[in-house]
């Protein structure tokens, strides 16, 4: 049978996209269903046990309940300040390009440097301490409010000058400003960077896992890789795992839907 | 607000934002410098007691600095080579395609929402059995990072040919050049700017990388890992003094990095 023009040159792109779709089948959808396998066949028979014994697992309850605490609280502060910071800097640099050049740098370091912190600084800090969940939130926030910052920074330099101007005519200050045109603006980058942020808060695991250990402050990743490698538990491990890929694309989907739907009201 | 005023906000703002930045640094450098009988002192000294480096010496001697940090580099460098190889072509494809361009931006999307430690451990029960878990040379987290910088490196691709004038590959097309040719000779000359950017991000993801590191290299870590096991089992001024060499590669990097992105506001685009 000949095929049209058309769907030949679809031929073409389907095999210049192939090698790319083949290797992410095998390295990530392969691993998926063999998580699923796993997780659901503990001892060669079809059952639920893994993922009941992760939800009766006191560990697990720890994790969880800590996994919800530490995202929710530090991507709140960190929409505030990133806001915050990029309204403030924003209104006060004259010479944006060269300020944010040299800012951006820092938070480049910052951003960076970050994974080393969680070493040497805060270790001093007793695990077990009441304090240790504001810590990992502090160690967070600090780690990522630059990422959100940057983001509302380059939305408010999209925003039209012509509006600003209009507020101003009107003998707005200030004040106005922010909060009629720059706020409310600014709002849809800075719900997809909260969206795109509370992907990588879920994931939390190497800063409490360095700083107060498994049993010290357990998240969801650190619960699977404790199931994982010191029960040598695969069922389990993937279960969990398999429980906190479900939860991310939730809130994923949850934000993705906000956005959309405050993009669609404006 | 008076100007005065304003202007001591400012410069306060600004101080607050380099001390933020500033302060941890310089802490990882005091605590790797200080000698091993001075570094348990209370109240520790905001500047070295002593300066010394026998935290790098010692780790020199044992053999803990040179491997972990090649590993890591190399790491980096395959999993963020094959990723840009593959993305690139696939990205052209995705942004011209009409039938399926909209699924395989979506299908990576999605993949960008999977945590790792999800992939990482059905990926490593079958590394085992393929022999490349833990191996010096660190192939098997290689292509576990592929598989968290391949899609990121699909989309910033895709955005990049998108924005790319059909008529020069038109063009190019009519002078009869196959596919392969126009993506040799014309995308990918115009889409270096993105391609780096890409390339720059997923060897960020790969060296800061925690999760798959410590799944997949149990004996051979890579740095992360590495700094970790030190920290909690070693003296914290040699633990310091490796997060130093780990931050002099990074920090090199997020210079260049946030060159591009100021000059081309890219980061917003990418990220969308």
Redesign the interface.
């Known amino acids: 049978m000949a095929l049209s023009r058309a769907a030949r040159r679809e031929l073409g792109w389907l095999a210049l996209a192939a090698p790319a779709a083949l290797t992410l089948l095998a390295l990530l959808a392969a691993p998926l269903a063999q998580a699923f396998v796993v997780a659901l066949r503990p001892d060669g028979a079809w059952c639920l046990d893994s993922f009941r014994y992760v939800l009766r697992d006191p560990l697990f309850h720890r994790a969880l309940w800590l996994n919800l605490v530490v995202p929710t609280v530090s991507l709140a502060l960190e929409a505030v300040l990133g806001l915050a910071l990029a309204l403030w800097l924003w209104r006060l640099t004259r010479g944006r390009v060269l300020t944010m050049k040299l800012l951006f740098r820092e938070h480049g370091y910052l951003n960076s440097a970050l994974a080393h912190l969680d070493v040497s600084p805060i270790l001093w800090l007793r695990p077990g301490s009441p304090l240790s969940t504001g810590v990992i939130i502090a160690v967070d926030v600090w780690r990522v409010t630059p990422i959100v910052f940057l983001l509302v920074l380059v939305a408010l330099e999209q925003i039209d000058r012509s509006l600003l101007e209009a507020v101003r005519l009107d003998g707005g200050g200030v004040w106005a400003e922010v909060r009629h045109v720059q706020i409310p603006l600014a709002m849809p980058m800075l719900g997809i960077a909260v969206t795109l942020r509370a992907i990588d808060a879920f994931r939390i695991f190497a800063t409490p896992y360095v700083l107060m250990g498994i049993e010290g402050f357990p998240v969801v990743t650190s619960y699977a890789y404790h199931r994982w490698a010191d029960r040598t538990d695969p069922s389990t491990a993937n279960a969990a795992a398999l429980l906190l890929a479900a939860a991310i694309a939730g809130v994923t989907a949850l934000g993705v839907a906000i956005v959309r739907r405050r993009g669609a009201e404006s | ?1 008076s100007r005065a005023v ?1 202007w001591i ?2 410069a306060a ?1 600004l101080a607050l ?2 001390a ?3 302060v ?2 310089w ?2 450098i005091r ?1 790797a410098v200080t000698p091993r009988h001075l570094s348990g002192q209370f109240p520790a000294s905001f500047l070295p007691p002593a300066v010394t480096l026998e935290a790098v010496r010692e780790l020199l001697k044992t053999q803990q600095l040179i491997q972990p940090f090649l590993r890591s580099v190399l790491v980096a460098a395959v999993s963020t080579g ?1 990723s840009v190889a ?2 690139l ?2 990205g ?3 942004a ?6 909209a699924a ?1 931006v979506q ?2 999307l999605i ?9 990482s ?3 490593a ?2 590394l085992i059995r393929l022999g490349l878990a833990n191996r010096p040379s660190g192939i098997g987290l290689a ?2 990072h ?2 968290a910088v ?2 990121l490196a ?1 989309l910033v691709c895709t955005a990049a040919c998108r924005a790319l004038p059909l008529s020069l590959e038109e063009a190019a097309e009519i002078d009869g050049a196959g ?1 392969l040719a126009v ?1 040799l000779h014309v995308v990918l000359p115009l889409t270096r700017g993105a391609v780096g950017a890409a390339a720059l991000l997923g060897f ?1 993801y790969s ?2 990388d ?2 798959h590191a ?2 997949i290299q149990v004996t051979y870590p890579t740095l ?1 890992p590495k ?2 096991y030190v ?2 089992y070693g003296q ?1 001024s040699q ?2 003094a490796l ?2 060499v ?2 002099v590669p ?2 090199a ?3 260049v ?3 591009t ?2 000059s081309s ?1 890219a ?2 685009r990418i ?2």
């Open positions: 607000m304003s906000l400012t703002g934002l380099v933020a930045t500033l941890p640094v802490l990882i605590q094959l593959l993305a072509p696939a052209w494809a995705l011209r395609a009409r039938w399926f361009g395989g299908g990576s993949a960008r929402v999977l945590p790792p430690i999800a992939i451990l059905p990926l029960a079958w292509f576990a592929t598989s391949l899609p699909i596919r993506l960020l060296w800061d925690f999760t410590l799944v992360p700094i970790a920290a909690q914290l633990a310091s997060a130093l780990m931050l990074a920090a990097v997020m210079a990095l946030s060159k992105i100021v506001g980061l917003g990220e969308k």
